[in-house]
Protein backbone atom coordinates (compact mmCIF):
# COMPACT_ATOMS: atom_id res chain seq x y z
CA UNK A 1 0.00 0.00 0.00
CA UNK A 2 3.10 2.35 0.06
CA UNK A 3 6.08 2.34 -2.15
CA UNK A 4 9.17 4.05 -1.13
CA UNK A 5 11.94 5.34 -3.45
CA UNK A 6 14.85 7.64 -3.96
CA UNK A 7 17.34 6.19 -1.74
CA UNK A 8 20.89 6.24 -3.12
CA UNK A 9 24.60 6.85 -2.57
CA UNK A 10 25.61 10.28 -1.60
CA UNK A 11 28.79 11.96 -0.01
CA UNK A 12 28.75 13.91 3.57
CA UNK A 13 27.10 17.10 2.94
CA UNK A 14 25.06 16.11 -0.07
CA UNK A 15 21.33 15.64 -0.74
CA UNK A 16 18.66 13.49 -1.29
CA UNK A 17 14.98 13.23 -1.76
CA UNK A 18 12.79 10.20 -0.65
CA UNK A 19 9.42 10.32 -1.92
CA UNK A 20 6.56 7.22 -0.68
CA UNK A 21 3.22 6.81 -3.46
CA UNK A 22 0.03 5.81 -0.88
CA UNK A 23 -1.43 3.14 -3.11
CA UNK A 24 -4.94 4.14 -2.11
CA UNK A 25 -7.85 6.72 -2.21
CA UNK A 26 -7.69 7.82 2.07
CA UNK A 27 -4.05 8.93 1.90
CA UNK A 28 -5.42 12.14 3.35
CA UNK A 29 -6.88 10.61 6.75
CA UNK A 30 -3.66 9.53 7.59
CA UNK A 31 -0.98 11.58 9.28
CA UNK A 32 2.69 10.24 7.50
CA UNK A 33 6.10 9.56 9.25
CA UNK A 34 9.55 8.78 7.80
CA UNK A 35 11.17 5.80 9.94
CA UNK A 36 14.69 4.88 9.55
CA UNK A 37 17.06 1.51 10.47
CA UNK A 38 20.85 1.43 10.65
CA UNK A 39 22.24 -1.96 10.81
CA UNK A 40 22.24 -3.22 14.87
CA UNK A 41 19.66 -0.45 15.35
CA UNK A 42 15.96 -0.25 16.20
CA UNK A 43 13.65 1.42 13.62
CA UNK A 44 13.57 5.26 15.03
CA UNK A 45 11.14 8.00 14.16
CA UNK A 46 12.55 10.53 11.99
CA UNK A 47 9.86 13.35 11.41
CA UNK A 48 6.28 13.25 10.95
CA UNK A 49 3.21 15.35 9.73
CA UNK A 50 -0.56 15.44 10.19
CA UNK A 51 -3.16 15.23 7.78
CA UNK A 52 -3.24 19.26 7.61
CA UNK A 53 0.73 19.48 7.10
CA UNK A 54 1.92 20.04 10.58
CA UNK A 55 5.15 18.88 10.71
CA UNK A 56 7.50 16.98 13.10
CA UNK A 57 11.14 16.33 13.72
CA UNK A 58 13.71 14.34 15.47
CA UNK A 59 16.43 16.96 16.99
CA UNK A 60 18.91 14.82 15.22
CA UNK A 61 17.28 15.99 11.57
CA UNK A 62 15.82 19.49 12.89
CA UNK A 63 17.04 22.21 10.23
CA UNK A 64 18.63 18.97 7.34
CA UNK A 65 15.36 17.39 6.61
CA UNK A 66 12.11 18.56 5.76
CA UNK A 67 9.04 16.24 5.45
CA UNK A 68 5.71 17.64 3.33
CA UNK A 69 2.88 16.06 1.55
CA UNK A 70 1.09 16.45 -1.66
CA UNK A 71 -2.39 15.22 -1.09
CA UNK A 72 -3.40 15.42 -4.33
CA UNK A 73 -0.94 13.15 -5.32
CA UNK A 74 -1.32 10.95 -2.61
CA UNK A 75 2.31 11.14 -1.69
CA UNK A 76 4.91 11.89 1.07
CA UNK A 77 8.45 13.21 0.66
CA UNK A 78 11.11 13.86 2.67
CA UNK A 79 14.20 15.78 1.98
CA UNK A 80 17.29 15.42 3.42
CA UNK A 81 20.09 18.28 3.12
CA UNK A 82 23.78 18.58 4.70
CA UNK A 83 23.47 14.57 5.39
CA UNK A 84 25.77 13.10 7.37
CA UNK A 85 27.73 9.24 7.64
CA UNK A 86 25.21 8.67 10.68
CA UNK A 87 22.42 9.04 8.63
CA UNK A 88 23.18 5.56 7.16
CA UNK A 89 20.17 3.64 7.12
CA UNK A 90 16.94 1.30 5.46
CA UNK A 91 14.54 4.59 5.17
CA UNK A 92 10.48 3.64 5.66
CA UNK A 93 7.95 5.77 5.11
CA UNK A 94 4.64 4.75 7.33
CA UNK A 95 0.99 5.73 7.89
CA UNK A 96 -0.35 6.54 11.16
CA UNK A 97 -2.01 9.43 13.40
CA UNK A 98 -0.72 11.80 15.78
CA UNK A 99 -2.02 12.23 19.32
CA UNK A 100 -0.70 15.31 19.82
CA UNK A 101 2.41 15.57 19.09
CA UNK A 102 2.93 12.12 19.27
CA UNK A 103 2.69 9.58 16.05
CA UNK A 104 1.56 6.36 16.03
CA UNK A 105 2.41 4.35 13.61
CA UNK A 106 0.24 1.44 12.17
CA UNK A 107 0.81 -1.64 10.57
CA UNK A 108 1.01 -0.10 6.95
CA UNK A 109 4.88 0.64 5.75
CA UNK A 110 6.69 1.08 2.35
CA UNK A 111 8.89 -1.39 1.76
CA UNK A 112 12.15 0.61 2.24
CA UNK A 113 15.22 2.26 0.67
CA UNK A 114 18.92 2.58 1.43
CA UNK A 115 20.46 5.92 1.64
CA UNK A 116 24.23 5.38 2.28
CA UNK A 117 26.41 8.80 2.84
CA UNK A 118 30.16 8.16 2.72
CA UNK A 119 32.98 9.63 1.33
Known amino acids: QLQACGGGAVQPGGSLRLSCAFLGRTFSRYSMGWYRQAPGNQRELVASITSGGITYYKDFVKGRFTISRDNAKNAVHLQMNSLKPEDTAVYYC???????????????WGQGTQVTVSS
Open 94 to 108: NAGNHRGIYYSPYNI
